[in-house]
């Protein structure tokens, strides 16, 4: 069965600490993503990555970093949190495959910077 | 660019009635279409998909019909239960076939 994991379900942090959100899918997926979901903003594309060490800016990125060195692990890195990074972070991962991009998703961290 | 519009909620239904959420989209090209369900506390789910006009895509009693003419993608259900109530996010693939472009989510609560 697929599966993606989020190595917290909640996580509580300080102004100014340096936070890392870590993913794991276990299905061999060359896309690997991380969203953020705010109410009434729906999910907006944080990062993602089509290969190990290769990543591309989605639509907001500003604030946030991420690292890719294997395959079935992709880590969503706060620099400096700020209040306006509280939020649910979703990882997704998806074949490099055609049209069809279906994504499956892990349960989500929701995190509070304090 | 590629967007997707879906309707505001809250939609609030009791048990047996008849759901419509309604999606529409732009896009150059013919992307794929998906429903995407959020039960509380949890990740998204795939729902249904479509990947060409006209094609129906189902799953647990919900249906989405692919229309290219009116550029539209709505979800249905004929008899809503209580286990139905969840966040329903409509969604298409980008222009650079990269990444999923979503909704911003429509909230279903269904009541006994």
């Known amino acids: 069965d697929v599966k993606v994991t989020q190595s917290s379900r909640y996580l509580v942090k300080r102004t100014g600490e340096k936070v890392f959100l870590e993913c794991v899918q276990d299905?061999?997926?060359?896309?690997m993503f991380w969203y953020r979901q705010d109410p009434g903003l729906g999910l907006r594309l944080i990062y993602f990555?089509?290969?190990?060490?290769?990543?591309e800016k989605g639509d907001i990125p500003e604030g946030y970093s991420v690292s890719r060195e294997k395959k079935e692990r992709f880590s969503l890195i706060l620099e400096s949190a700020s209040t306006n990074q509280t939020s649910m972070y979703l990882c997704?991962?998806?074949?490099?495959?055609?049209?069809?991009?279906?994504?499956?998703f892990g349960p989500g961290t929701r995190l509070t910077v304090t | 660019g590629n967007s997707v519009t879906q309707m505001e909620g809250p939609v609030t239904l009791s048990e047996e009635a008849f759901l419509t959420i309604n999606c529409t989209y732009t896009?150059?090209?013919?992307?794929?279409l998906f429903w995407y369900v959020q039960y509380p506390g949890e990740g998204l789910q795939l729902l249904l998909k479509?990947?060409?006009?006209?094609d129906k895509g189902s799953n647990k009693g919900f249906e989405a019909t692919y229309r290219k003419e009116t550029t539209s993608f709505h979800l249905e259900k004929g008899s809503v239960q209580v286990s139905d109530s969840a966040v329903y996010f409509c969604?298409?693939?980008?222009?650079?076939?990269?990444?999923?472009?979503f909704g911003k989510g429509t909230t279903l609560s269904v009541s006994s």
């Open positions: 997704a991962s998806s074949l490099l495959a055609g049209r069809t991009y279906e994504q499956y």
């Open positions: 299905m061999d997926h060359e896309n």
């Open positions: 990555s089509y290969d190990v060490k290769m990543k």
């Open positions: 896009a150059t090209g013919y992307p794929s």
């Open positions: 479509a990947t060409k006009a006209d």
């Open positions: 969604a298409l693939g980008n222009q650079a076939g990269t990444a999923l472009i």
